[in-house]
């Protein structure tokens, strides 16, 4: 077994085969409500719901490593990339930049990398850059012994429906061809149309959380759902450490995952 897999495996509960990551990158490229806290705290917040991992920026990790530095803890993701994102980067245009590379990821403690690849940007030199840097990673991430999830999307200016399962199930398998080890991506909103998805990745895929949701019951069916069309898990950010309880909404959503409560 390789040092990619070994650390892929990490995510992945025994006995479900299945993982559910809280993720707390957004504040490398969106707007974090100042009445969330403090960001040390948010992941202590996080830390305490006990995801099998937590999807954070470089330069948190580095502040909170003491929060994963003990045997139980979930894995550190680490986001190793950027775009435009939060409205107030908008009129800048879409823009893509590689952060850190998988070795540096790795050196900071991380147990797997994660970097974007966004479908339908206006300009197709972002979209061709996009790939480039992602297929380098994927090769750097091997030689690393770190496992790559790319989070495939269609989140270009030139893309209407972001939940398209047909464009969903051509980005994803495309991350997968240029070596990802595992997929985030976006819950068609169906289990039929999540697995075909699914069903034409050959990698394992998690669907991503989004926007904040007004209705913490329509965040637990989302989940059933993308698990139901196949999904091996799920990587929600807003919609866990910005409920008004972010533990309770963590295990709502472990048990949707694993379909028991994880005792570690």
Known sequence: MSGTNLRLGRLFDRESGRSFITAF???????????????VEVVERIVAGDPDGVLITPGLLKQSSHLFAFRGAPVPVVRADWTTLDERTRELGEHYRVLLGPA????????????????GPEEGAMFADNVAAVAEAASEARDAGIPLIVEATLWGSRVEDRKDPDLLAYICR???????????TEYTGDPATMAEVVEGCPVPILTLGGAKSGSEEAVVEAARGAIEGGAKGIIFGRNVWMADDPVGMSKALREVVHGVPVRR
């Open 104 to 119: 540096d990821a790795a050196s900071l403690g991380a147990g797997a990398v994660v970097m974007f690849l966004i479908h």
């Open 25 to 39: 990158d957004h504040g490398g490229s969106l707007r974090v409500p100042p009445e969330s806290g403090g960001a």
């Open 174 to 184: 495309m991350a997968a061809e240029l070596g990802a080890d595992a997929v985030k």
